[in-house]
């Protein structure tokens, strides 16, 4: 295809993205602000601030998408609303001067606390700290006379993924034997999204116009209690299964009291203490993608993590 594309961020949704065009033929242009990113002959990687209007305009001369993969430098609503907004902003104008759509990865957080499976049509109203800021970001967007997509993924999981539940603090748990502690109710059923499905589901989302200017799910597998995710990646190492117990809701909100990371992690507690269930199912029809099955993701991670020491 030999299009030339712009990713902003080389966190786990920007790198896959990237090695999945480069690895199509495309041309990449990967934006960070140390310049860091997969190494590949159709890579390129460029530093910079994606809050720079200059920076931008840039580099996303030509692009036929951008996809921006930015987070916060902390994990906090008022961090969010300092740094997201400005960037989003800068972006848009950006890829509307060089005729691109911009297709953002999104959380659920903007659904806010459900009493049932989340689908496209769920409301996105959530009006408190973090999940408040999602939504104020997607408003933006609807509003831009850019083209944009928004991808909705659930917590993620796969290769490159550290930061996560079901990343850094359970796989190694996993690997090492150790007893798993999680967050909520261990048995409450979950929906996991494998980050190579959201990287392509992107990728085809900036592809199809007919897509622009939508709301889209990620293809994610059937929900899998965090115990049965456990058991799931104790399977695919070939590992005894290690006693998994939850972390009561009130006590992350009593040592948040004291402690402001473990605060930023008890708002959104309230996915883990009840079913927290994402229907990608018409999505996945729009888009032609199916997700990745469990036993399949589960054994890439695996293999992933047993290459990092």
Not at 131 to 141: D, F, H
Request: proline share 7%; net charge neutral.
């Amino acid at each position: 295809m030999n299009s030339t594309h712009l990713v902003i961020g080389a966190g786990p949704v920007g790198a896959t993205i990237a090695q999945q065009l480069a690895d199509r033929g495309d041309r990449v242009r990967l934006l960070t602000r140390s310049g860091s990113g997969p190494a590949h002959a159709s890579i390129e990687r460029l530093r910079g601030d994606a809050t720079d209007a200059e920076t931008i305009v840039r580099a996303a001369s030509g692009a036929q998408a951008v996809f921006h993969c930015m987070h916060g430098s902390a994990y906090a609503a008022d961090t969010w609303r300092a740094e997201l907004p400005q960037a989003e902003k800068v972006v848009l104008e950006a890829a509307g001067r060089a005729g691109a759509v911009v297709v953002f990865p999104e959380s659920l957080y903007a659904y806010g606390r459900v009493s049932g499976p989340m689908t496209e049509q769920t409301p996105r109203t959530a009006d408190f700290g973090k999940p408040a800021v999602r939504v104020e970001l997607l408003r933006a967007r609807d509003a831009s006379p850019t083209p944009t997509v928004s991808v909705a993924a659930s917590d993620f999981y796969g290769p490159l993924v550290r930061t996560a539940h079901a990343g850094e603090r359970m796989v190694p748990t996993v690997l090492a034997g150790r007893t798993m502690r999680v967050i909520g109710d261990p048995d409450a059923a979950h929906s996991w999204t494998y980050v190579p499905d959201l990287a392509a589901a992107m990728i085809r989302a900036a592809d199809d116009e007919t897509l622009w200017n939508s709301f889209l799910h990620a293809p994610t597998a059937p929900p899998l209690s965090q115990r049965r995710l456990v058991q799931a990646y104790a399977d695919a190492a070939g590992v005894a299964a290690p006693r998994v117990s939850g972390i009561p809701t009130w006590t992350m909100k009593a040592i948040g009291t004291v402690h402001a990371g473990t605060r930023e992690l008890a708002e959104l507690a309230y996915q883990f203490d009840r079913p927290f269930v994402m229907d990608s199912s018409a999505s996945e029809e729009r888009l032609g993608l199916s997700p990745t099955p469990i036993e399949i993701g589960t054994k890439a991670t695996v293999d992933w993590w047993r290459t990092q020491g």
